[in-house]
């Protein structure tokens, strides 16, 4: 049974210290989807609402400061636990509050007359649609959520009461919704923001690690861990990923910083670099809501031109949007019979390579065409290479906010594995 279909009980206040002294495992899993019109990733966490009105899902987000759903924010006097009793609005004197303020988007409205007319009864926030770029005037407050617990092989509900741990969120009005999928309610952060969702929830001690495990397909669960491990997959029972990762820093650009950079040295196709002008250390992005990796203009056209030699060899067909290079798909191989597309080594900071694959590198559009999956975002672009989502997918990628470091697998799928192989099979209790 899949853990999307396991019965959640009604949630109660319980903090976060306590939970910790009941916990049995020092990790938790969290199943994620691939939205098979947007190719966005999306999890559920069983947010404080009743599974009879369908499942909330969470768009996941590197960069959000905060997590952020559809709700009212309204004050109740049923006892928390029940219904929607367990909202608490946040003051603007609150430490949270502050840190929320400490990431105000200068593109989004004032907060000045939210302040003016409600003093500190209330804490302002503006919550961001990362894919419109859209903001709306919202309040910060808590909600709760509990969390599946892992030994590494299967999930389980954690042994202490059937309550629920207390996490900070702000609502959002319905409107701030729009270019979502329409089961998707809110966005997860899971930036260095310290309101970002691993750094509040579950075991205080491991909160500063998590892994991102992205599916490849609509039809099949990646996972999302919360915590430092081990993590097998059926497929490989007796090895724990951890084993098989490569490490390289992670760059923060500054305090107020979000997003997670890495540093690359070089980028080549079959030993020949790509030109790399004006890359400083740390340009190079990770982010969960681009679909696809985006090359400024003139790093792109390098890399096509050098792709272009290295596949000439294979028939090159009429270009499909949102892609301008696209190939005989029946030419390009496959994962089972191996690539006739060459492998694409970037070089990190640390010296360790992560490989990129056909897999990860050629998008099947139909009526016989595989297009790069690269995209020119022009010559303006703020970060000159942004990865994207499917060159992550199947990829075991472990992001350290103890020791600011990323490890990487490079392709499970080159290991006989994937990232749908964890088993979302409950232990017995």
């Known amino acids: 049974m899949h853990l999307v279909n396991l019965l959640f009980f009604p949630f109660a206040f319980f903090s976060c210290n306590v939970l910790a002294q009941y916990t049995r495992f020092n990790t938790s899993v969290i199943p994620i989807t691939k939205d098979a019109k947007t190719s966005l990733h999306k999890i559920t966490w069983f947010l404080k609402k009743r599974t009879w009105d369908g499942e909330p899902y969470y768009l996941v987000d590197l960069d959000a400061p905060f997590t952020w759903q559809d709700c009212v924010v309204r004050r109740s006097p049923i006892a928390c636990g029940l219904e929607e009793g367990c909202r608490f609005p946040l003051k603007c004197d609150d430490n949270f509050c502050k840190e929320a303020h400490s990431y105000i988007n200068p593109t989004c409205p004032s907060l000045n007359n939210i302040t003016s007319k409600y003093g500190c009864n209330i804490c302002a926030v503006t919550p961001s649609n990362p894919i419109s770029n859209s903001c709306k005037l919202s309040q910060l407050t808590t909600d709760l959520v509990q969390l599946y617990g892992t030994d590494g092989r299967n999930p389980s509900i954690v042994s202490y009461p059937p309550f629920g741990t207390e996490f900070v969120v702000s609502c959002a009005p319905s409107s701030l919704l729009r270019s979502f999928p329409k089961d998707v309610t809110g966005v997860a952060s899971f930036s260095w923001s310290t ?32 915590g430092e491990g081990p993590f097998y997959f059926t497929s490989f029972p007796n090895v724990d990923l951890r084993s098989i990762l490569s490490y390289t820093p992670m760059v923060r650009k500054s305090k107020k910083s979000l997003g997670y950079y890495i540093g690359i040295k070089k980028i080549s196709i079959k030993e020949i670099s790509i030109p790399l002008p004006s890359l400083k250390s740390g340009s190079v992005k990770l982010s969960t809501v681009t679909p696809y990796t985006t090359l400024r203009s003139d790093i792109y056209k390098a890399f096509v031109t050098i792709f272009s030699m290295a596949t000439k060899s294979i028939p090159r067909l009429k270009s499909v949007q949102p892609f301008s290079y696209c190939l005989k798909s029946s030419a390009v191989g496959s994962v089972e019979k191996g690539f006739r597309v060459p492998k694409i080594d970037l070089e990190t900071e640390s010296g360790k390579i992560w490989t990129i694959y056909g897999d990860n590198l050629m998008k099947r559009v139909g009526n016989g065409t595989a297009c790069l999956a690269l995209i020119d975002g022009g010559s303006k672009m703020k970060d000159a290479i942004v990865v994207g989502t499917f060159q992550m997918e199947n990829n075991f990628l472990y992001f350290d906010l103890v020791n600011q470091k990323l490890g990487f697998s490079s392709s499970l799928l080159a290991r006989g594995t994937s990232c749908s192989n964890f088993n979302f099979t409950e232990i017995p209790e």
């Open 195 to 226: 309101l970002s969702f691993p750094r509040q929830v579950y075991n205080p001690k491991v909160t500063n690690k998590f892994v991102l495990c992205l599916p490849n397909s609509s039809k099949s669960l990646g996972a999302i861990f919360l």
